[in-house]
């Protein structure tokens, strides 16, 4: 779907494949899409010339043989005559692409799937391709050293897609800038339980196994795709403000993320009063085994869990569910607006229940206190949140916890009051759409009607410990 406002990157990547085009007479007028949307961090990440409002996955997975089957119906609009375009896929083979119903010639270079449909698509066209592919998915290891993609565990597997690696389970446009709603159909054998984002529509036992409908529901960034393959505890219900909920746990997880699963309801609902309401249909949580990850994930309605999660991890992961899923980064160089409000929501959940005050965490993160707060003295000073130096540093402290300080450096500019209704009128505004920092910059000044230029220079882009007031 459309952002709200393109990165400026996407305009000047259109260029990028102009050169190839074969203009020369005849009736082909279109050029093909670029195959990257040049963002900072993850230049082919995305493509170029179309808009995706729809996958539909149709995917079958055997966890002894790791073996994934899968077809993926992919409903885009062209956002220019297309003679050909590109989707990100690592990996397993691609056995068919159709482009409206017929053969599509493809290649294949690296992560780019390059799709030559027999006609011409034109610009505003709603089109659909389908991929039949299979394979054994791979783990892909972010710059950061991380694993990403699709992780075998004892039982199953699990996909998580930040930044980029849904490309190792679908074909896609995977950039942020292009939300999308995604629809699984998964089948699995059976005593297998399979979970995806959204809400189950159905699950059906058949000799040839168990096959789960999941509905998405709301556009969603493809880095929040998830599935989870295995054996776990089910539980649903539905919050006191009505949300529905679904979670899967690792068996051997249960007892000790129990105590703390229970309070998701609470934090959803808590986030609703907070930030405005939830913007989904459904919550969660699935808690897969223990290392599997490393990390946790706020893949969308339903984080994932590496191990039993705390309080903390659970506040942060839902907190993202309004700040980085439904308000999604324009770019990976947004995701400090991701991280800063997911941090941000766990000091203000501890201030909300007898905790210390934001400004006391605030201060001993300053101070380095670590008597205070476990982590101060982690190096969160060591650029700017809004300009990581690379790739590899968009998941580190000054994203976070600096990012988290530039949140509570407005509120102290700007009194309660404004501030948080600065915050809601920001997840309301940009609610399922997509915004760059710049819309934030501007937002928060134009909500509040504070000259916030200050906070902007020595906060967000400044270099080094900002001096104190
Ligand atoms: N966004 C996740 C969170 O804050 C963390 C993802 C970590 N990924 C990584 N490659 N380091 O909950
Ligand atoms: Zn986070």
Redesign the pocket.
């Known amino acids: 779907m459309t952002p709200r406002r393109a990165p400026a990157a996407a305009a000047a990547a259109v260029l990028a494949l102009t050169a190839l085009s074969a203009c020369t007479g005849g009736a082909v007028q279109g050029r093909p899409g670029a195959s990257g949307l040049r963002d900072p961090y993850f230049p082919k990440a995305g493509n170029g010339g179309y808009d995706v409002s729809r996958y539909g996955l149709v995917l079958d997975y055997e966890p002894r043989t790791r073996e994934l089957t899968g077809t993926a119906e992919i409903t885009a609009t062209a956002t220019q005559d297309l003679s050909a375009f590109n989707l990100d896929l690592a990996g397993l083979t691609v056995d068919s692409v159709t482009v409206g119903g017929k053969g599509a010639r493809f290649n294949r270079v690296g992560q780019e799937l390059t799709v030559r449909p027999p006609d011409e698509v034109e610009k505003g066209a709603v089109f659909r391709t389908v991929v039949r592919y299979s394979g054994s998915p791979k783990t892909l290891t972010?710059p950061?050293g991380?694993k990403?993609g699709w992780i075998p565990t004892a039982d199953g597997a699990v996909a998580v897609g930040?930044?980029v690696g849904s490309m190792a389970w679908f074909p896609g446009n995977h950039h942020p800038s292009d939300k999308a709603v995604h629809d699984v159909r998964i089948t699995v054998p059976a005593g297998y339980e399979a979970v995806s984002n959204g809400s189950l529509a159905s699950r059906v036992v058949h000799p040839g196994g168990t096959t789960f409908r999941w509905r998405g529901g709301d556009p969603m960034a493809t880095y929040l795709a998830t599935l989870a393959i295995g054996r776990f505890e089910i539980s649903t219900g539905r919050s006191p403000g009505g949300v529905p909920l679904y979670s899967a746990v690792a068996p051997a997880e249960a007892k000790a993320s129990r105590p703390v699963l229970a309070k998701v309801p609470e934090v959803v609902d808590w986030g609703a009063k907070k930030f405005g309401r939830y913007p989904f249909g459904s919550a969660g949580s699935i808690v897969v085994p223990r290392d599997t990850l490393g990390?946790?994930?706020?893949t969308q309605t339903r984080p994932v869990y590496s191990s039993a999660p705390s309080e903390e991890l659970i506040v942060?992961?839902l907190a993202?569910q309004w700040f980085?899923n439904s308000v999604s980064p324009a770019t990976w160089q947004d995701m400090w607006l991701?991280?800063s409000f997911?941090t941000y929501a766990q000091w203000l959940w501890t201030e909300d229940h007898q905790g210390l005050t934001a400004q006391e965490t605030f201060d001993a993160y300053y101070e380095g206190d670590t008597e205070t707060v476990h982590d101060a003295d982690e190096d969160f000073w060591a650029f700017p949140p809004a300009e990581p130096p690379g790739a590899e540093n968009i998941?580190e402290p000054p994203v976070?916890t600096r990012g988290a300080m530039v949140l509570h450096r407005i509120r102290q500019e700007v009194g309660d009051e404004e501030f948080f209704r600065m915050v809601k009128g920001w997840a309301a505004e940009y609610r399922h759409a997509t915004a760059s920092t710049d819309d934030f910059t501007e937002f928060a000044e134009e909500s509040t009607g504070h000259d916030l230029t200050d906070v902007w220079d020595e906060w967000l882009y400044g270099e080094g410990k900002p001096a104190e007031e």
Request: net charge negative.
């Open positions: 972010d950061d991380s990403e930040e930044p990390y946790a994930l706020e942060h992961e993202h980085g991701n991280e997911a998941s976070y």
